[in-house]
């Protein structure tokens, strides 16, 4: 029997690649998002192997109903991958949109917690099961007008090391992934389609690519039972922490 795992926000980026990784290392995969046609889209490529979700991670008792909305043999999940996230905005604190605030808040922390608290009680029933947790670098440290959106991934960092230590007594074990610059469609979304400015963040310097954190996922996934890959922080060579990028 193939192994089972969901992955939020499959429908882009570094959901999407890890959707794709996690296919090709023999999981079934739940794959879920806002967009129903990236959505399918995906679900025709990976075929029977891939089971969508639709739904707004920010809504409890939506994104509850939906997990449990899966059919029997697909509701025993090993993995989740909580990646659904984004940043609105680089404003100062002080000029910043409240609308941006809770959206961020609502999706990054309490969207997170909403799937862990609807997806790892089973894991604990089954005694096995593995947690995968989108942060950032910007978690490690605010930057220049990052405010509202590095606080989130500080709170996400805090979470999973909450998480682990909750679990630490079951076989369950916890992971945070902590990319730097990663082209997707990460900085359109921040700047709320503004495309050039978007592609200005990536200019000078070669990005991370989904697929680079896709890897970070898998192997911490496949290493063996008895080691907890507990946290990864993965850079662009020429990127040092969230303020320091040196562009040609
Ligand atoms: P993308 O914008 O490419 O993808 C974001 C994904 O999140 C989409 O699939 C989107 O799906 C989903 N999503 C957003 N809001 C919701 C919601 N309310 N409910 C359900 N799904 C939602 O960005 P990335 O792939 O770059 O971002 C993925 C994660 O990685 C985020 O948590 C981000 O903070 C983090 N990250 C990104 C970095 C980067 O430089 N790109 C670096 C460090 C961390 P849909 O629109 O279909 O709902
Ligand atoms: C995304 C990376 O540095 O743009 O979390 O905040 S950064």
Redesign the pocket.
């Known amino acids: 029997m193939k192994k089972t795992a969901i992955v939020?926000?499959?429908?882009?980026?570094?959901?999407e690649a890890c959707a794709r990784r996690l296919h090709a290392a023999g999981y079934r995969v739940i794959i879920t998002?806002?967009?129903v046609a990236?959505l399918n889209a995906l679900k025709e490529e990976l075929g029977n192997d891939a089971y969508p979700l639709v739904f707004?991670?920010?809504d409890r008792e939506i994104a509850e109903a939906s997990v449990a909305s899966l059919p029997a043999d697909w509701q025993d999940i090993d993995v989740l991958v909580n990646?659904?996230?984004?940043?609105l905005g680089l404003d100062r604190e002080y000029e910043g949109d409240y609308r941006d605030w809770d959206t961020m808040i609502d999706?990054?922390i309490k969207?997170l917690l909403y799937m862990t608290r609807a997806v790892v009680p089973g894991m604990v029933a089954r005694g096995k099961g593995h947690v995968v947790n989108?942060g950032?670098v910007a978690g490690d440290a605010a930057y220049a007008n990052g405010n509202v959106y590095c606080g989130t991934k500080a709170a996400v960092k805090a979470i999973t090391d909450g998480l682990r230590i909750d679990l630490a007594e079951t076989p369950v074990r916890v992971t945070l992934l902590k990319?730097?610059?990663?082209e997707?469609?990460?900085s359109e979304?921040r700047f709320h389609g503004d495309k050039e400015r978007a592609a200005n963040v990536y200019k000078g310097i070669a990005p991370l690519t989904?697929e680079d954190i896709a890897d970070a996922m898998i192997y911490a996934v496949q290493a063996p039972a008895h080691v907890q890959i507990a946290e990864m922080l993965i850079l662009a060579t020429h990127q040092a922490s969230g303020s320091v990028i040196c562009r040609k």
């Open positions: 939020t926000g499959a429908t882009s980026g570094i959901g998002g806002r967009n990236r707004d991670v920010r990646n659904a996230g984004l940043a999706t990054n969207g989108i950032s990319p730097g610059l990663v997707t469609r990460f979304v989904g």
